[in-house]
């Protein structure tokens, strides 16, 4: 979706892309928001993320060559709740904040602070896959409303070489909550008979995603990691009881009004946890 000059400016959606945006996530499983972040702010966050994934890399004696999850040289870090990471414009953004209270509601949560990196070297696509799983399994053939959105920002232009996600939208997101489950049919199958598309995108877009909409990550066939942040916001109802990212005392007061509200079940007053 084009963001206006005006928008960006302004650092908030006119009402009728905020309605255009609520829509294709509700129709399409998705929105895209090109290039919002500033370079220079992507370009701080790419430089401490590669940082991360080295230093995460040695720790498991993962190496390029030889390959690690199952070939696909994927990377899922959970984010220390520190700067430049946890900046207002990422984990609040007007931008995403107004369609996430539309669709999950004004008291809704942020419950997840992590990444996504497709390294390079991978040689295999990962399984087609829904992030979330089904509630009641077998049981139930209606599809339920929606819980969780996922917001990435990549830190780097995402290109067909560099393995960008690939999704499948326009109804896979609107599936009986039994096709999320473990008997669910073999996505993966489906979906080579399927449209799809690759995410590509420069640094510092949005996308906001129905977290059903299935996708995968693919092989990253440049020198560079492929990298960004993934945030996930969840309706107040299905929201943890006790939040799993530990935010510091000072942090967390320092922050927005709409930061704390959003971050109000996690771990306040942890220190901030290792990347892991
Ligand atoms: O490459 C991506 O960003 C998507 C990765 C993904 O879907 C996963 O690790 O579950």
Redesign the pocket.
Known sequence: MNVTAEELAAGRLSPESLELAVRLIEVNGFVLFEEVLPRAQTEALYARMEGLLQGFMEEKGFNLRDGFHDGTN?I?LHLPFEQPFCHESLIAHPFVTDVVDRILGEDCLLTYFAS???MPGGTKA?HV?A?MGARFGDRCGANLPITHLVV?YPFVDVTEEN???EAWPGGTHLHPDRWYGPNAHDKSRLAEHMLSFKATMPAGSILIRDDRMW????PNRSDRP?T?M?LIYTSAANGPGEGSIAIPRETYDGLSEKARRLLRKEKIGFPAARPD
């Open positions: 994927h899922g996504n990196t497709s990962q896959h992030d990435n393995g960008p996600m996708h995968r990550g693919t492929r960004n993934a």
